[in-house]
């Protein structure tokens, strides 16, 4: 296993490695239907494909260790049919024999998949290459295949691809699973005589009294390197006769299928997508087959994708435009240093990272952000998951809270354009009651009656009635451009300035939904997304924390029951079950409402949307979470049936589980509220609702008497009581009174918060280890019945004593410590987990937790794990890199590169890793597991939430934490690059990347460190005395060359505006940072 010069990771051998699965990106381009397509280092690699999701597959889904077994079979397969110098026929499978005569190997790429062999005693050579279609108006998997005939003499070969069984559209995955026999009787196949056909079912399949047509359908295509379109055979016994294992092809082997016209049965089966193809190869050359499957909106489509491919070498042209597409998008972190394998993960990590978060992009004037390409993560090893990409242009896919608002964090160092934007997304899906939403949709679109009398007027006299129907709902672009071009709809401008155009005149809301439960920890990532954005706009705090009153809080249906309704004794004794009801009476009025339906309104749900300021929502937060201390007032209680980010303990809730890095996260908040308030005049007032005042007055109350007698127990059952009946109040909404309050007074209230947390953290830091406790959960000894009973039947309870169970350490517990942790106390706590069992020794990485053998099953699935596997005592990769991160934000360089050294994906051993070291994992298989042999292995393919805490420790490593500040009312750039002088480059480069649109040539002296920041701007160290940044190190001048040509000396340590104001506008094409030693 190896990287090559041009990135791309080889593996030699393929069928004899480890078995791992990956997949192709989906990306299509902004003007593409994405197809997702997952791929085994078995067989011809793809395992599985189709459109939007596993319900609309083309070849079947089925997880990582199902497809390994049957990828071979059931996947992509190639007979090859010749003589041999004595007349016999010869039938050779690629990519099915593993000896010593044949050598193959996959080549992985960001764009595409390749998969080479050579068989000698054959003499062929055989390349398959897989991409995914870009820029087209229907969506497909791409495969070429090359034959090469490596005998001295012409040889006569047929050749016999494709899928022995193809899906037709309209089966769900469940189908598939549990009736595929019965599934068989819809089955049809469509346009046959025109060599495309269409796979889909005759009608829907549900046994329901409205039945619809079917017009959508999956389709194939093959034709020949001189653009002959070639018979399909859909029919499996027409090539496999009564052999229904696939495994030979009968009918192949007896006669020639490359010219068949017989009869195929085109219903009541599954069918294949085959081809056969007879050529004669000279010696030393090669023969191509092309071949498309993919997805149509009907089958008129079929005549234009026909006229397509004919066109030269169309597929060639795409495979290129595919790659740019690709390029463009990890140009955005280009980085040049003197380690190659570092330089292609950062490409790689920036793509794995927009496939969760999307990749922000402006449509339509103002400036208006839309996330495209995103997706939740699901593949085959993570077969748990439901993932959805929009299959139109534009595309966006679902995904949740926490991964997308983690996987934006570092948005604005790519694209400066995004500004506030993902924080007014995420701060507006917060709650009054401090919970979100789980799932989240993407963004709609919203036109007034006005906005859409003037789009009609863009559309074709004969089209505008459609139109107008359509847009009095709402859509996302994708949705919009999918309606245009199914209905042939005529536009008097070209579609993409359509679109702009739409997009200017409308409103946006984020679609959500409440999804399983509510986590703890969803919140805390809010601050991280502020940081960023004041990193690189430091100007703008007031105007972020006061001035923008357009603010809101999501509102829903669901309600957290109080503790009266979700204590109850079981068989098993006490439990909190059942914590989240539906309420039937306030999703009748969320749907009511005719716009912005899950904004919360005055007059408890009827009257206008409340609009407040983000600092508001914040003190909001603030206070409910405060209100959610565990009764040792360490821990924020899991109150409403999910966890917090370890969702493995899922069974914590129910046994009144409770986590410290809550806890640790809220003391960070309050600190970062308090130095934000300090600069603003004490007499400055901040208007409340109401009812948010009197939660906050009381609960300022209790702090306060806890500050005096430090009765914890107490505390926690009147904040409680004080949080249940608030709760009650706002479920409908505010009644829509205000409450000023003075900036003094919210920081003398923020202040005792966080003595109150200093005592929290404290307790939480007695441990056997001296590291911190991460999660507790508590047993009821004293309670009583009530009267009253669950719908399960169980007796409610009134809790009035608790016993703590800590458990034991977790790597969560540290790493939010070093959040609010100064130096010292970082690297002292740095030494203490090397010493601890979250260390591993073998590996030099850091476990998720340590040994759970004695804790009860309760706890959750963790405790059902073998240590070392999935989330019990594995290398979790996100963790690890969190921690990772904590250390380079906290200053500890040398400990930091020696883990980056240890740790970093893109520095281990393939061999060992056993899958490209340029894609992260969920995790790492730990010392800790009794499978000696795959200690260090990676599991679970790239989605991982590790690629935001590398894109952070990227930037952090380019230009420091805070290149931008706001000085004398001036804006000034100055970086700060952490980086170890074996970093710096030791021979001249010339480097090609694009800048925004554009394909721009840079030469690079020796000596130096490049990468591109903004998206827009090329950073140039150059390090002439060799030394560590972060060791004795000054910026002595910077030359500065402008997009205008200009070139502009500055001789300081630091750029100052006008410059620096360029340079976050884009005007800037290179700078270059001198430095030196002093």
Known sequence: MKIDESGNFIIENYQKQRTFSSFLPGIAGKFGIPIWAFYVNRGQGVASFGIENKDNAILEFLPANKSYQSVTYKGFRTFIKFKDNYGNVKIYEPFTKINQKINNKMIIAPHCLTIEEIDNEYQLAIKIKYFILPNENFGSLIRRISLKNLAMQER?????????????????????????????????????????????????????????????????????????????????????????????????????????????????????????????????????????????????????????????????????????????????????????????????????????????????????????????????????????????????????????????????????????????????????????????????????????????????????????????????????????????????????????????????????????????????????????????????SNELFFNDDSYYFYDSYMKVKPRSDKYVLTDLGPRQLDAIVEVEEKRKLINSRKEKPYQLRNEYGKGKVYNTTLLVKLLSLVTNKMSTLDPCGIGIEMEANKPGWYDALNGLPGIFGSSTPETLELKRLVDYLLEILVTVNDDYKVLLPLEIYEFFTGLNNLVNIWLDNKDNFNYWYKASSLREKYREKVFYGFKGNEQEILVKNLIEYLEAISKKLHYSIKCASVTDYGIYSTYYYYIPIEYKKTDQFSKGGYPFIRVSKFEQVILPPFLEGQVRAMKVLKYDAVKELHEKVKHSELFDRKLKMYRLNGDLSAMPDDIGRARAFTPGWLENGSIWLHMEYKYLLELIKNQLYDEFFQALDDCLIAFQDPEIYGRSILENSSFIMSSSNPDEKNHGRGYIARLSGSTAEFLEIWTIIAVGIKPFRYENEKLVFEPKAILKTEFFTKEEKRITLNINEKKCNFLIPKNCFTSLFLGNTLLVYHNPDKINTFDNCKINSYRILTKKGEIIIAENSSLKTPCAEMLRNGELERIDIYLSEG
């Open 156 to 540: 006569e070969v047929e050749i016999l691809d494709g899928l022995p069984e193809v899906i037709p559209y309209g089966l769900s995955n469940t189908a598939l699973k549990e009736v595929s026999q019965t599934m068989a009787a819809w089955c049809r196949v469509y346009n046959l005589e025109n060599k495309i056909p269409l796979y889909r079912v005759k009608a829907t399949t549900a046994d329901s009294p409205e039945v619809h047509k079917i017009v959508k359908g999956h389709f194939c295509l093959f034709y020949t390197d001189k653009n002959n379109i070639l018979t399909p055979l859909v029919d499996p016994e027409v090539i496999f006769g009564e052999d229904t294992s696939f495994q030979i092809p009968i009918n192949f082997i007896d006669k020639e299928l490359s010219d068949y016209q017989g009869e195929q049965m085109t219903e009541n089966r599954f069918p294949s997508a085959m081809s056969a193809y007879k050529v004669k190869i000279e010696g030393g050359l090669t023969t191509t087959l092309n071949s498309l499957f993919g997805h149509v909106a009907n089958e008129n489509r079929l005549i234009e994708i026909k006229e397509l491919i004919t066109q030269g070498d169309y597929l060639v042209r795409k495979e290129k435009e595919s790659e740019i597409i690709h390029h463009k998008l990890t140009d955005n972190i280009f980085t040049k240093s003197n380690i190659p394998e570092f330089d292609y993960y950062c490409c790689q990590t920036y793509l794995d990272n927009l496939l969760r978060g999307g990749f922000p992009i402006n449509i339509g004037q103002g400036g208006k952000i839309n996330h495209i390409y995103s997706r939740k993560h699901g593949d085959l090893e993570r077969d748990y998951n439901f993932f959805h990409l929009e299959a139109s242009y534009y595309s966006q896919g679902n995904g949740n809270y926490r991964d997308i608002n983690q996987n934006r964090r570092s948005d604005n160092f790519f694209n400066p354009q995004v500004k506030d934007h993902n924080i007014k997304t995420f701060a507006n899906l917060i709650q009054a009651d401090g919970y979100n939403p789980l799932v989240i949709k993407g963004k709609k679109y919203y036109l007034t009656q006005k906005a859409r009398e003037e789009v009609i007027g863009l559309v074709s006299d004969d089209y505008q009635d459609l139109l107008h129907e359509r847009l009095k709902k709402s859509f996302t672009p994708g949705e919009l451009t999918s309606f245009i071009n199914d209905y042939n709809i005529k536009l008097n401008i070209g579609l993409d300035q359509f679109i702009e155009t739409v997009i200017t005149l409308s409103y946006s809301t984020i679609e959500a939904e409440f999804g399983e439960g509510y986590w703890i920890d969803h919140w805390t990532y809010l601050l991280d997304l502020i940081e960023n954005y004041l990193a690189i706009y430091p100007e703008k």
